[in-house]
């Protein structure tokens, strides 16, 4: 009788890529997925690292996976990702129940590390004739994420993603090609790039303009319709005129732009080693607002970083305020020992930091309205994400999901067919009003 195993995914969009191809590895190998994780022969953990939180969580899970083991309902657990890279010793002395450790290096190996510990021969002929760019997609059935590359060879000084990852490694642009065709095949209309740092794409090939060469390829693919980039950093010299340009002129690609900046203080972003300045960033999104004025732009950012003061606070705010981005994320400063910044000084307490995540999140949110207002009366082209018997959640060029806020129609609206509705991948919706950080349309 076939290996059943269950699947838990952790961390960010780019480990959910990593689990989609563990999980395709395992079915291609005639394991059987349940999403009962109280009957699994095999619980796969697939963990986040990035900060203490994160870790917290991912330990959370994997103690939860070891009761459940201890009761009989689960029989092999095997824990990889982020969080294995550099505490693997450890956690295989700490956590002895947990069969399996595998690093982000050696996840591939996966089917092999099961046939020992089951003691049975696992590798089926699906899974010798699979190919590498042969995947499921997990969420949305018609929204993939692609990850272009591997690791970071960037120096930020509050990031340890370089440690754990490794340097900076772009996959080949036929080898993206390949996904992308075949996730198009199998009915993905949106893909969404992804990678530690996007704009840097190709550098470590020797590919000049990379992303604008990697772009050119990608909006060929038949069936893709909508192709949204993710974490590009703020580099003139990587964010350059040809591609605004791209972005600008061709209609597959969402004028939507995800730009950490992290901080605006010149003195912060140096502390940062950021590579770029206050000048920089401030010209790049000018450019960008003049160029594409429908673009919608999002950043992250960090509050409380090591000697943040009142002042750089205060022109962090100011800054939001003057730019209005159209998302934002705000995290608090997690001061990890590998990294950097983890000797500067002096830290900022736990409660300033805080009131400081809290004013940020504020800032935004009395916002909002402004925002949001400018999409009242407007109709756009949405992806359907989720359909019910009362609810169509949409998702407009200006929204990523997760991350973002959806766009909502209820039963009761103009036009409104649920089961119309249900085959169809993109929908016309007219805005008519704001519902907190959402919006509620109907249909065209």
């Known amino acids: 009788m076939p290996l059943?195993?269950?699947?838990?995914?952790?961390?960010?969009?780019?480990?959910?890529?990593?689990?989609?191809?563990i999980f395709t590895r395992l079915q291609k190998s005639n394991i059987k997925f349940t999403p009962d994780i109280d009957n699994c022969d095999v619980c796969v953990i697939n963990t986040c690292g990035f900060i203490e939180t994160a870790r917290k969580e991912s330990i959370g899970v994997i103690m939860e996976a070891i009761r459940k083991k201890q009761e009989g309902k689960i029989r092999y657990i095997a824990v990889v990702g982020c969080m294995i890279n550099n505490n693997i010793a450890t956690l295989k002395e700490e956590l002895p129940e947990v069969d399996i450790f595998l690093t982000t290096f050696d996840e591939e190996k996966i089917i092999e590390a099961l046939e020992q510990v089951t003691q049975r021969k696992i590798t089926t002929k699906d899974f010798n004739v699979h190919k590498?760019?042969?995947?499921?997609?997990?969420?949305?059935?018609?929204?993939?994420?692609?990850?272009?590359?591997?690791?970071?060879?960037?120096?930020?000084?509050?990031?340890?993603i370089p440690i754990i990852r490794g340097a900076y490694r772009s996959k080949s642009i036929e080898e993206i090609k390949n996904e992308a065709s075949y996730l198009a095949a199998n009915g993905v209309k949106?893909?969404?790039?992804?990678?530690?740092?996007?704009?840097?794409?190709?550098?470590?090939?020797?590919?000049?303009?990379?992303?604008?060469?990697?772009?050119?390829?990608?909006?060929?693919?038949?069936g893709i319709k909508w192709i949204r980039l993710m974490y590009l950093y703020p580099l003139k010299n990587l964010f350059n005129d040809d591609l605004i340009k791209l972005i600008k002129d061709e209609e597959k690609i969402l004028k939507y732009i995800d730009m950490p900046v992290q901080h605006i203080s010149?003195?912060?972003?140096?502390?940062?080693?950021?590579?770029?300045?206050?000048?920089?960033?401030?010209?790049?999104?000018?450019k960008i607002k003049k160029e594409i004025p429908e673009a919608a732009l999002r950043t992250s950012l960090i509050a409380g970083f090591p000697g943040e003061t009142d002042e750089d606070f205060e022109e962090l705010i100011n800054f939001i305020n003057e730019f209005q981005f159209d998302n934002l994320g705000v995290f608090k400063y997690s001061d990890e020992k590998d990294a950097a910044s983890h000797k500067y000084g002096p830290k900022v307490n736990a409660k300033i930091k805080s009131a400081r995540f809290k004013a940020l999140m504020e800032t935004q949110k009395n916002l909002l309205p402004s925002i949001l207002s400018r999409h009242i009366g407007r109709t756009y082209d949405a992806i359907i994400d989720?359909?019910?018997?009362?609810?169509?959640?949409?998702?407009?060029?200006?929204?990523?999901?997760d991350i973002d806020s959806n766009v909502y129609i209820?039963?009761?609206?103009?036009?409104?067919?649920?089961?119309?509705?249900?085959?169809?991948?993109f929908m016309q919706v007219k805005i008519l009003k704001i519902s907190g950080y959402d919006l509620l349309g109907v249909p065209q």
Do not use: W
């Open 4 to 21: 059943s195993f269950n699947l838990v995914s952790l961390g960010c969009p780019k480990n959910q890529v990593d689990s989609e191809v």
């Open 132 to 160: 590498k760019f042969e995947r499921e997609h997990f969420n949305l059935r018609k929204t993939a994420y692609i990850k272009i590359s591997e690791g970071c060879g960037r120096a930020c000084s509050f990031c340890t």
């Open 190 to 222: 949106e893909i969404i790039i992804v990678s530690q740092d996007t704009s840097c794409y190709g550098a470590d090939l020797n590919i000049k303009n990379g992303l604008y060469r990697l772009l050119k390829e990608l909006v060929k693919i038949k």
């Open 266 to 286: 010149g003195r912060i972003l140096k502390m940062m080693k950021r590579g770029d300045t206050k000048k920089d960033v401030v010209y790049l999104i000018e």
């Open 386 to 401: 989720e359909t019910n018997n009362k609810t169509i959640k949409l998702r407009t060029y200006f929204q990523a999901p």
């Open 410 to 425: 209820y039963e009761g609206d103009s036009k409104y067919n649920s089961k119309n509705k249900l085959a169809e991948d």
